[in-house]
């Protein structure tokens, strides 16, 4: 179980709210709203009947009360406790002008009654381990302690110190934040960041002349947080995070689907492919993409759909047969069913069977007379229509593309047919392509990294989680292909 942060929709990134007698890590820039969102992670608890502590290590009582006038936290609460420890010039017994430990509690002065405490990492542990036991811990921040010590690692040394004493000596859960300034000096820096048990980071970025911040789970051992960007939003009642979705309500739209045959894909989607609706898979090139095709269409013969296909230039018909190994049917038992219909544009297997339509712009069989073909012979079944449209626009102008894809949309497709075209911007027409992903219900996108990795990402889509990228991952057994 997790302790809320006060922020339901944190909690859900999280997964659970902040682990148990575990500590995060909240950094970012200045003003990007860390102390807001640590006093809320402590109004949760007051509001739950813990008890809280409130280490703060740059700011007066009285400059928190300002800080939090805006808010409706209780920093005054009898449930919480409020210590300012400070590093100052001073005179302690061994030396004078050294660093010493401070309170700003009712003024400044010394954490014990007759001399000053050198700011050591030893008596900054033993002055707060006084207010143990709590339930909750926030240390705002660890950019006051830095002259704790001398380097980056003793810092880290003293970090953890600290995170051991709320978790074993407070039995607490704890919040720590730290200024990350994007340079290489930042407190917060790959050390901390090990030594917490998560991490929160903080942004912000310009647009149209507006400040926006944004949150991101960078990492939480153990949960299966979500790790994408959102925005944060301080107001009246707190730290809030948006968007609690990224498509509209499923009830505004009356799309069915149709699973693609990988079910971590289907999870993307929001269920699948959008039956009625046009899906566009982009690829660099230099992808598998038609391995996942071949899943798609196997899906849509197993769910009773007939197949339209304009392959790939260099991909045979035979090849789908491999492809379709593990099922009951074949390519050549499709094309006498009337279930599958072959919109050749480039000579392939030099097939004539009655179903393999060849394209010919001047006998009759042109692009929108083969698309036609493909819905009349489909009769009563539904239809998945899959295009890659590199072997197409060497046949047909792309303003005859377009047409057809209009007339296909508004006259042919039905409520429960299927359209996915397949497009490689990098070579093929900048409007066109943009064209088809402003008509598209779902845009998918796959690229191969300088390492060889290969990534999916939703770019559009009406349900689903647009944004959400996943690693594609073969296999040597069917179904050949899956999202990890």
């Given at each position: 179980?997790?302790?809320?942060?006060?922020?339901?929709?944190?909690?859900?990134?999280?997964?659970?709210?902040?682990?148990?007698?575990?500590?995060?890590?909240?950094?970012?820039?200045?003003?990007t709203?860390?102390?807001?969102?640590?006093?809320?992670?402590?109004?949760?608890?007051?509001?739950?009947?813990?008890?809280?502590?409130?280490?703060?290590?740059?700011?007066?009582?009285?400059?928190?009360?300002?800080?939090?006038?805006?808010?409706?936290?209780?920093?005054?609460?009898?449930?919480?406790?409020?210590?300012?420890?400070?590093?100052?010039?001073?005179?302690?017994?061994e030396?004078?002008?050294?660093?010493?430990?401070?309170?700003?509690?009712?003024?400044?002065?010394?954490?014990t009654?007759?001399f000053?405490?050198?700011?050591?990492?030893?008596?900054?542990?033993?002055?707060?381990?006084?207010?143990?036991?709590k339930?909750?811990?926030?240390?705002?921040?660890?950019?006051?302690?830095?002259?704790?010590?001398a380097?980056?690692?003793?810092?880290?040394?003293?970090?953890?110190?600290?995170?051991?004493l709320?978790?074993?000596s407070?039995?607490?859960?704890?919040?720590?934040?730290?200024?990350?300034?994007?340079?290489?000096?930042?407190?917060?820096?790959?050390?901390?960041?090990?030594?917490?048990?998560?991490?929160?980071?903080?942004?912000?970025?310009?647009?149209?002349?507006?400040?926006h911040?944004?949150?991101?789970?960078?990492?939480?051992?153990?949960?299966?947080?979500?790790?994408?960007?959102?925005?944060?939003?301080?107001?009246?009642?707190?730290?809030?995070?948006?968007p609690?979705?990224?498509?509209?309500?499923?009830?505004?739209?009356?799309?069915?689907?149709?699973?693609?045959?990988?079910?971590?894909?289907?999870?993307v989607?929001?269920?699948?492919?959008?039956?009625?609706?046009?899906?566009?898979?982009?690829?660099?090139?230099?992808?598998?993409?038609?391995?996942?095709?071949?899943?798609?269409?196997?899906?849509?013969?197993?769910?009773?759909?007939a197949?339209?296909?304009?392959?790939?230039?260099?991909?045979?018909l035979?090849?789908?047969?491999?492809?379709?190994?593990?099922a009951?049917?074949?390519?050549?038992?499709?094309?006498?069913?009337?279930r599958?219909?072959v919109?050749?544009?480039?000579a392939?297997?030099g097939?004539?069977?009655?179903n393999?339509?060849?394209?010919?712009?001047?006998?009759?069989?042109?692009?929108?007379?083969?698309?036609?073909?493909?819905?009349?012979?489909?009769?009563?079944?539904?239809?998945?229509?899959?295009?890659?449209?590199?072997?197409?626009?060497?046949?047909?102008?792309?303003?005859?593309v377009?047409?057809?894809?209009?007339?296909?949309?508004?006259s042919?497709?039905?409520?429960?047919d299927v359209?996915?075209?397949?497009?490689?911007?990098?070579?093929?027409?900048?409007?066109?392509?943009?064209?088809?992903?402003?008509?598209?219900?779902?845009?998918?996108?796959?690229?191969?990294?300088?390492?060889?990795?290969?990534?999916?990402?939703?770019?559009?889509?009406?349900?689903?989680?647009?944004?959400?990228?996943?690693?594609?991952?073969?296999?040597?057994?069917?179904?050949?292909?899956?999202?990890?």
């Open positions: 179980m997790g302790l809320s942060t006060g922020c339901e929709r944190l909690d859900e990134l999280l997964d659970g709210g902040v682990p148990d007698k575990r500590s995060l890590l909240v950094s970012g820039p200045p003003g709203g860390k102390t807001t969102l640590g006093m809320q992670f402590l109004q949760a608890g007051l509001d739950a009947g813990e008890e809280c502590l409130f280490v703060s290590t740059e700011q007066t009582i009285g400059e928190l009360e300002d800080t939090f006038e805006p808010y409706d936290f209780e920093l005054h609460h009898e449930d919480l406790t409020v210590v300012t420890v400070h590093c100052e010039p001073g005179d302690t017994m030396r004078e002008d050294d660093l010493v430990v401070r309170t700003l509690e009712g003024g400044d002065r010394a954490v009654e007759w000053d405490l050198p700011f050591t990492r030893e008596n900054v542990v033993h002055y707060l381990s006084e207010y143990a036991p339930d909750r811990v926030l240390l705002d921040s660890l950019s006051g302690l830095r002259p704790i010590a380097d980056e690692v003793s810092f880290w040394r003293s970090t953890y110190d600290l995170i051991r709320f978790s074993d407070f039995g607490a859960t704890s919040l720590l934040t730290a200024e990350d300034s994007g340079v290489g000096d930042s407190v917060a820096s790959d050390l901390l960041r090990y030594a917490t048990h998560g991490v929160i980071e903080l942004s912000s970025a310009d647009r149209a002349n507006q400040r911040t944004f949150l991101r789970v960078e990492k939480l051992r153990g949960r299966d947080h979500d790790t994408r960007r959102h925005k944060l939003v301080l107001g009246g009642d707190g730290a809030t995070v948006q609690t979705q990224r498509t509209p309500p499923n009830e505004l739209h009356a799309h069915d689907h149709l699973s693609t045959g990988v079910d971590a894909l289907d999870d989607l929001g269920g699948g492919l959008v039956r009625g609706g046009f899906t566009l898979l982009s690829h660099d090139g230099t992808t598998g993409h038609y391995t996942l095709a071949t899943r798609m269409l196997a899906q849509a013969v197993d769910d009773g759909m197949l339209a296909v304009a392959l790939p230039a260099g991909v045979s035979s090849e789908l047969d491999r492809y379709w190994a593990d009951d049917y074949t390519v050549d038992g499709l094309l006498d069913d009337d599958l219909f919109l050749e544009l480039v392939s297997d097939s004539d069977h009655r393999v339509l060849r394209y010919d712009e001047t006998a009759d069989r042109d692009w929108e007379r083969l698309m036609e073909t493909s819905y009349e012979r489909s009769g009563d079944r539904p239809l998945f229509a899959f295009v890659d449209t590199e072997p197409l626009l060497e046949q047909v102008s792309r303003q005859r377009r047409k057809v894809r209009y007339q296909a949309a508004a042919h497709t039905g409520e429960d359209v996915v075209y397949a497009v490689n911007p990098a070579i093929q027409d900048q409007s066109l392509v943009e064209f088809f992903v402003d008509t598209s219900s779902q845009t998918l996108r796959i690229e191969r990294g300088d390492d060889g990795i290969e990534w999916l990402t939703l770019r559009k889509s009406l349900t689903g989680s647009p944004g959400t990228s996943a690693v594609v991952a073969y296999d040597e057994e069917p179904p050949y292909v899956d999202l990890v």
